[in-house]
């Protein structure tokens, strides 16, 4: 099994607060892929957490996130790409720290969208990804 995180050097790098957002490409062979369903700001109880608070509703994805990563066996290191959905794209990236605190052990290769509504008015941000395990 092998993974590969390949960033061209003519490409420009996206780098915000510091941080390097998303890797260009991510190549993997062997292993298991895991298809993860986009994930809003809801706890357990089925709550929406961090109403009108983009920082908030990103850290409670983000555990989301993970949960789903843990229970297949994986870890946020086994993320390879990852697809966000936002209703302001300027607030969104006003939170480079949250989404790394979550993404930046992977850096995985990244879409980040601009929507004009989620399934609900009251959510700011969905995240769908995809994860590769290895050794499956």
């Known amino acids: 099994m092998t993974r590969r995180t390949i960033d061209p050097p003519e490409l420009f790098r996206r780098v915000v607060g510091g941080h390097k957002l998303y890797a260009y490409v991510?190549?993997?062979?062997g292993g298991e892929l895991l298809f993860i369903s986009g994930l809003l700001a809801?706890?357990?109880?089925?709550?929406i957490i961090g109403v009108g608070d983009m920082a908030a509703q990103i850290a409670q994805i983000g555990?989301?996130?993970?949960?789903?990563l843990e229970a297949a066996g994986g870890s946020l290191a086994d993320l390879v790409k990852t697809t966000?959905?936002?209703?302001?794209?300027?607030?969104?990236?006003?939170h480079p720290?949250?989404?790394?605190?979550?993404?930046?052990?992977a850096l995985p290769a990244s879409t980040t969208v601009e929507v004009r509504r989620l399934s609900h008015p009251d959510f700011l941000v969905e995240i769908e990804a995809v994860a590769h395990l290895q050794g499956r």
């Open 84 to 94: 966000t959905y936002t209703t302001d794209i300027d607030e969104f990236f006003r």
């Open 42 to 47: 809801r706890n357990a109880a089925g709550d």
């Open 97 to 105: 720290a949250v989404r790394m605190r979550f993404l930046g052990a």
């Open 26 to 29: 991510q190549a993997v062979t």
């Open 63 to 68: 555990e989301n996130l993970q949960l789903c």
